[in-house]
């Protein structure tokens, strides 16, 4: 998969490629792929932040310039298309993504408040 739009800071910028596993275990702070819950066909890349049962709240690294749950709510896990976890494009910046801290509605970041 490659990166499009405004980058994830500091994890990823426009152009990196990026491994993803299919799966269903997905963790607060990783990094998902997502299905657009407003356009199915397009995908997007952001960081799942409160991974319940059936829904995951989700918020973009760069919440400036970020279409995420704050914009759409929390989505589907039907949703998840899986977790990024490899970048190996460019290589210059090519290795595994970290998991993120928890910065969902509960860890209080500016404007995630509401979500739920």
């Known amino acids: 998969m490659q990166v499009h739009g ?3 800071r500091p994890g990823l910028l426009e152009g990196d490629r990026l491994l993803v596993h ?3 275990r997905i963790r607060d702070g990783d990094v998902v792929v997502v299905r657009d819950p407003d356009v199915a066909s397009r ?3 952001k960081r799942a932040v409160e ?4 829904t995951v709240v989700l918020l973009g690294d760069n919440p400036d310039a970020s279409r995420d749950s704050r914009k759409f709510g929390p989505v589907q896990r039907e949703l998840v298309v899986g977790r990024a976890w490899w970048r190996y494009a460019p290589a210059s910046r090519a290795g595994p993504l970290e998991r993120g801290p ?3 509605p509960r860890g209080h970041p500016p404007g995630a408040a509401g979500l739920r």
């Open 6 to 8: 405004p980058s994830m």
């Open 22 to 24: 299919v799966t269903a």
């Open 43 to 45: 995908l997007v890349v």
């Open 51 to 54: 991974v319940g049962d059936e």
């Open 102 to 104: 928890r910065t969902g």
